[in-house]
């Protein structure tokens, strides 16, 4: 018997070698070698059946006809101007990859050969049509990626790929897609964002394949009907000019606003200039409101930003303070918008004056834009550059497309808003450049008939007397509102869902059906939903907390006292209990005769009622409730893993932390020192960390991990006794998160401390994401005292791919070499090797394989394969743990 399991080992671990010697052979990765030619070895493996070339030099692929049995060609980021024709000989090919090249056409005569191609990714070329002969793929092609591209028309041969899955097309240059695309049942996943698309309209198809399928279906009912419509944002300093442009442009003449009627939040309005319908969106200018403006703030709209020239000096401190922030902003959130910037009070002005600060202005935003453009190119080039770029192919991609959108600025028009003349002058220029298709492809929309019905009876029903001032209606009573119109007795809830959802796109209505307190509430006036954000996050707060008056205190079970508690908690710690919350809102309320939605947006219960508000405000990442239970629940029933999990039900105190209101401390920094031997990240940013931006990330750090202690800037966090600094360091050209973490005492202590900081990063990483125009990086300072070497981390992709296995790295700056685990995500190996085990025996048995001993094989799956001649009998399949 021990004869027989020797016999069996020595044969198992031969035929493992085999195959791991034919994988090789079958699978070649010749990625990043930077090759201009394919070597003839390569060439001469006829088995070959998966071969990587990614980021090379390849121009032609001459000789890899000869490869019959390829399945996997990977071509991407090559410098291919011409379609490899060769490619028509790969006849049992699967998967073709050919993205990222300069590739302008491809014959006919090449797909008609690939009989069994699944997944074609041609992606970031030059394309404008495809083959007719792509159809032939029809009973197997399953993903297809053709976004950013130069397609003016749908290419007709994709309709006829009768398995299509997946279908990428976004970044073109489409104003229409084919019904029949979408009446088939094989399409899953359809992605066309990008593109000028008027019929479907972008905000359409921002819906799903669904909400498509019955846009088409109501359009076929009918035809379809042109909506001109531009949503318009005014953004500016405080006391710029925004409202008094605003409601002068609407109003067809000059409108001064007082200086204590100034913007409050935002505010909303909407007008038309001949067939074209603008939705002005007015944002208060104090950074208390910008918070809530990465909410409403959406592409596809144009941006008019409001200088005051009368201010205005021609430095580098002016310039960020009034324009640079905004520009700096809009970059990374819309980075494909319009800006017409709009100089005001130019009546305190000499003409001379105008034309100075017009010129300044205009060749700082342009130097901006440009140093923005030449930041992304030497980004994109080190990745290049790098030894091993395979490890950055995240980031290189999306610094590609950061380098592909940039802000279109206007020219700058000077105006006098108590002149009629100049606002009339305004107008003119705001209609010229909005029937410019180039800058505004997407303003016309085509819409099936209900959509405008539907949209016009909202309308009529939130100006009815009977409508309430907040706009507030629940989604099934608007239904019923609506049913009792007579054109609209057939609208059911399906697509009622889909209109809403296409208006509150587009700005008219909000309904946010994702937040679970919200999900049946539509706001039929927008400018509500803004009174609710400024409840809280408003100018000059602490003394709307002073001002609450006796009676609402009375009302609230409060005291004089109480208040002047509140007051400084809210000065020194930003925090305000749920009884300061309560007392807070209604007096704003009463004192501007909204009683009646009191209990609607704080809930019925005065001690655990959640309400609206708090709903929105943490969907938003603007507040952080806390909760302080002074007991474990004795009756708690036993979490069992599976079963649903009842919370209980907190009978303590609970308190709100509002983040952009913590002041500025160094005391946590401070405490915590200054370690050279600490495990020490930075997170870059470029162009900078944007407003609000550490705030966000507060609330959602601290609702994964216990807080133990926060400031304007700081954070420290806690978890298993462990702890971790987080610092924000926001300067021109140098601005980044730090994170600390204590060196481990014992070597075993690492993989927890990486655990912690890998979990943080990705949080961070996610957040970003929001910014389009935002560049990140994660890079480890060198250890060295005074070195200002950094070593940049590879891409983040959630699966802990980025835990190094090298046991040792080089400062290529200082050339000093340090553990690896010391500056990046890795848990080192035992000092000492663990003892030799005693043998262990195997008995094979139909099921898999039985220990008896020590062992470090175990079975993983059964699966029917071909063992050596001593292995015949039962069918197992073993891995060797390393």
């Given at each position: 018997?021990?004869?027989?399991?020797?016999?069996?080992?020595?044969?198992?671990?031969?035929?493992?070698?085999?195959?791991?010697?034919?994988?090789?052979l079958c699978e070649v990765n010749l990625s990043t070698q930077r090759l201009r030619v394919l070597p003839l070895t390569v060439l001469r493996n006829s088995m070959l059946e998966s071969l990587d070339l990614d980021r090379n030099k390849l121009r032609r692929i001459t000789g890899i006809s000869k490869l019959c049995n390829l399945k996997r060609l990977l071509l991407s980021k090559n410098e291919f101007v011409e379609f490899p024709n060769e490619i028509q000989s790969l006849v049992c090919l699967e998967r073709l990859e050919l993205n990222q090249n300069q590739i302008w056409i491809i014959p006919e005569g090449v797909f008609s050969h690939l009989p069994w191609l699944k997944h074609l990714q041609l992606?970031?070329?030059?394309?404008?049509?495809?083959?007719?002969?792509?159809?032939?793929?029809?009973?197997?092609?399953?993903?297809?990626?053709?976004?950013?591209?130069?397609?003016?028309?749908?290419?007709?041969?994709?309709?006829?790929?009768?398995?299509?899955?997946?279908f990428h097309v976004q970044n073109n240059a489409l104003r229409q897609l084919p019904r029949e695309l979408f009446q088939g049942q094989s399409l899953k996943m359809f992605k066309a964002s990008g593109n000028p698309l008027q019929e479907p309209p972008s905000e359409v198809c921002a819906g799903g394949i669904q909400q498509i399928w019955n846009y088409f279906n109501q359009l076929q009912h009918g035809l379809g009907q042109e909506d001109k419509r531009v949503k318009t944002m005014f953004l500016g300093a405080s006391l710029a000019g925004k409202s008094t442009i605003c409601r002068s442009l609407k109003q067809g003449q000059s409108k001064l606003v007082p200086k204590e009627e100034r913007t409050v939040g935002i505010e909303i309005s909407e007008f038309q200039i001949e067939h074209f319908t603008f939705l002005f969106w007015n944002f208060a200018g104090q950074l208390e409101y910008y918070m809530t403006h990465h909410v409403f703030i959406t592409p596809q709209a144009l941006i008019i930003l409001v200088i005051n020239l009368h201010m205005y000096q021609t430095n580098d401190k002016t310039f960020k303070e009034l324009v640079g922030f905004w520009i700096n902003n809009l970059s990374m959130r819309v980075s494909n918008s319009v800006v017409l910037p709009v100089g005001t009070h130019v009546d305190c002005c000499q003409e001379q004056e105008v034309a100075e600060k017009t010129h300044d202005i205009t060749a700082r935003i342009t130097a901006m834009l440009a140093e923005r453009k030449s930041k992304l190119a030497h980004f994109i080039d080190n990745l290049e550059g790098s030894e091993e770029p395979k490890f950055y192919v995240d980031q290189w991609e999306r610094l590609k497309e950061m380098e592909s959108c940039t802000l279109t600025i206007l020219n700058l028009v000077a105006v006098n808003c108590m002149d009629h003349r100049d606002i009339r002058k305004l107008k003119a220029i705001i209609l010229k450049h909005v029937k410019n298709e180039e800058l505004f492809p997407e303003v016309v929309r085509v819409l099936p008939p209900i959509y405008r019905q539907v949209e016009a009876a909202i309308v009529d029903i939130a100006q009815s007397e009977e409508m309430a001032d907040h706009g507030m209606m629940d989604v099934q009573y608007l239904l019923s509102k609506l049913s009792q119109r007579k054109h609209l007795a057939s609208l059911d809830r399906e697509l009622l869902q889909d209109i809403l959802w296409y208006l509150h796109r587009i700005g008219l209505v909000v309904w946010y059906e994702e937040i679970k307190h919200l999900e049946s509430t539509v706001f039929l006036q927008p400018i509500f939903l803004i009174t609710m954000f400024k409840l809280l996050q408003r100018h000059h707060l602490v003394q709307q907390l002073e001002s609450i008056s006796v009676e609402t205190l009375i009302g609230e079970h409060a005291t004089i006292r109480d208040r002047a508690n509140w007051v400084w908690t809210f000065k020194s710690k930003a925090m305000l209990c749920h009884q300061a919350v309560r007392s807070l809102v209604k007096h704003q309320l009463f004192s501007e005769g909204r009683w009646d939605v009191f209990e609607e947006i704080m809930g019925h219960r005065p001690h655990r009622g959640r309400g609206k508000l708090f709903s929105l405000l943490e969907y938003f990442e603007l507040c952080l409730e806390l909760k302080h239970t002074e007991a474990l629940n004795p009756q708690a029933r036993e979490f069992v893993p599976g079963k649903p999990w009842e919370t209980t039900r907190n009978k303590g105190k609970s308190g709100y932390l509002f983040p952009i209101y913590l002041?500025?401390?160094?005391?946590?920094?401070?405490?915590?020192?200054?370690?050279?031997?600490?495990?020490?990240?930075?997170?870059?940013?470029?162009?900078?960390?944007?407003?609000?931006?550490?705030?966000?990330?507060l609330v959602k750090a601290c609702s994964f991990y216990s807080t133990h202690w926060v400031a304007k800037v700081t954070c420290l966090l806690v978890c298993n006794g462990k702890p971790l600094l987080i610092k924000e360091n926001n300067q021109r050209a140098y601005s980044y998160l730090e994170l600390h973490s204590r060196k481990p005492s014992e070597r075993t202590g690492f993989q927890f401390a990486w655990d912690f900081l890998v979990a943080v990063v990705p949080i961070i990483q996610k957040l970003a994401e929001e910014w389009p125009g935002l560049h990140m990086c994660v890079k480890t300072p060198c250890r060295t005292s005074g070195c200002p070497a950094e070593l940049l981390w590879p891409d983040i992709d959630g699966t802990g791919g980025m835990y190094t296995k090298e046991d040792i790295k080089t400062c290529r700056t200082c050339g000093h070499c340090f553990g690896a685990e010391l500056l990046l995500p890795k848990v080192p190996r035992p000092l000492e090797e663990p003892p030799a085990q005693p043998s262990a025996h195997y008995y094979v048995t139909s099921y898999g394989t039985t220990t008896f001993g020590p062992s470090s094989i175990h079975v993983t799956w059964q699966v029917r394969t071909l063992l050596p001649p001593l292995a015949q009998g039962p069918?197992?399949?073993v891995r060797l743990l390393k």
């Open positions: 018997m021990c004869l027989l399991a020797w016999l069996f080992r020595v044969n198992l671990h031969t035929w493992l070698s085999r195959q791991e010697q034919e994988d090789r992606n970031n070329n030059r394309l404008c049509a495809l083959p007719r002969d792509l159809a032939a793929c029809r009973g197997s092609l399953q993903y297809l990626n053709i976004s950013n591209n130069l397609f003016c028309t749908f290419p007709q041969p994709v309709l006829q790929l009768a398995r299509l899955q997946e002041n500025q401390t160094e005391e946590v920094t401070e405490f915590w020192g200054d370690h050279p031997e600490d495990l020490h990240i930075c997170a870059y940013f470029s162009p900078e960390i944007p407003e609000g931006f550490f705030q966000r990330l069918t197992v399949m």
